[in-house]
């Protein structure tokens, strides 16, 4: 991957900084696009001082102007962008019944309509540069089995399982592939977090998790990077699992 550049949104979180970092590694250079500005410029400080190339941008990915601004900037300063990976979002906890409109908006519109409005700014570029190129939707198996308690957040991720279908056939004749990925349950430090403040909670999920653990970062990052290289050429418009077998265990042995 070297001289190619990825832009990776969410790219400062737990899930999106190991994405970052596993492009470095095999050698593309990446925009750390992100709300948190400050936690960009920490990851990209992190990775030129290793020897890699970053680039922080401040990125709202519900907003068509911050999105356009994130991806000139991208394209200003490393001359091309090549991949995408978009992994930025948010989620609201309560019942349908009890769902605010603002939330339920905030949702779709962090998930779903930044997913569209990236893939287009980012899109009309791979199409201006004539050499294909690869998208990556972050969706969750959220979108396959609804989530209780938050019932804006399936939609959007199902939603963009949706968007990864319709574009891999308008994008086909550009050499521009697109695909999702369904994480399951992953140990990042959000997921740490609710842990540390419900501990029951873990206990209850390893009973139904047939490898009796949550995934890691780096393992989610692995499918995204192998998923924009050059063994996945073929590979478009299809939303891969990487749960450990969560969704397929409704009828798990019972505990003795």
């Known amino acids: 991957m070297t001289g190619k550049v990825a832009f990776v949104s969410g790219g400062a979180g737990g899930l999106g900084a190991a994405i970052c970092r596993r492009f470095v590694q095999d050698g593309a250079a990446v925009a750390i696009a992100d709300i948190d500005r400050a936690r960009s410029e920490a ?7 290793s020897g890699g190339r970053a680039l922080p941008v401040a990125l709202d990915s519900a907003s068509s102007a911050s999105v356009q601004q994130a991806v000139d900037e991208t394209v200003d300063h490393f001359g ?21 409109e603002a939330d339920w908006r905030s949702v779709l519109d962090t ?46 991720k199902a939603g963009l399982i949706a ?7 308008e994008w086909a004749p550009y050499d521009i592939n697109v695909n999702a990925i369904c994480p399951g349950v992953t140990q990042t430090p959000m997921v740490q977090e609710i842990y540390r403040r419900r501990p029951e909670l873990r206990d209850q999920r390893i009973r ?12 989610i990052a692995d499918l995204a990077v ?9 590979i ?4 891969i699992t990487i749960d450990g077998g969560f969704i397929n265990a409704g009828f798990m042995p019972e505990d003795e």
């Open 111 to 156: 998930h779903l309509t930044g997913g569209f409005l990236l893939c287009q700014a980012i899109g009309r570029q791979l199409v201006r540069q004539g050499e294909g190129g690869r998208v990556v939707l972050i969706s969750s198996v959220g979108a396959m089995v609804p989530v209780p308690d938050r019932g804006a957040y399936s939609p959007a």
């Open 236 to 239: 478009s418009g299809t939303a």
């Open 226 to 234: 192998f998923l924009c290289g050059d063994g996945s050429t073929y």
């Open 163 to 169: 968007l990864a279908q319709m574009l891999s056939i």
């Open 80 to 100: 091309r962008c090549d991949f995408l990976v978009h992994g930025a979002g948010n989620t609201a906890i309560a019942p349908l019944l009890e769902l605010p």
């Open 208 to 219: 139904r998790f047939p490898k009796k653990r949550e995934a890691v970062p780096e393992e």
């Open 43 to 49: 990851l990209a400080d992190e990775i030129v001082e």
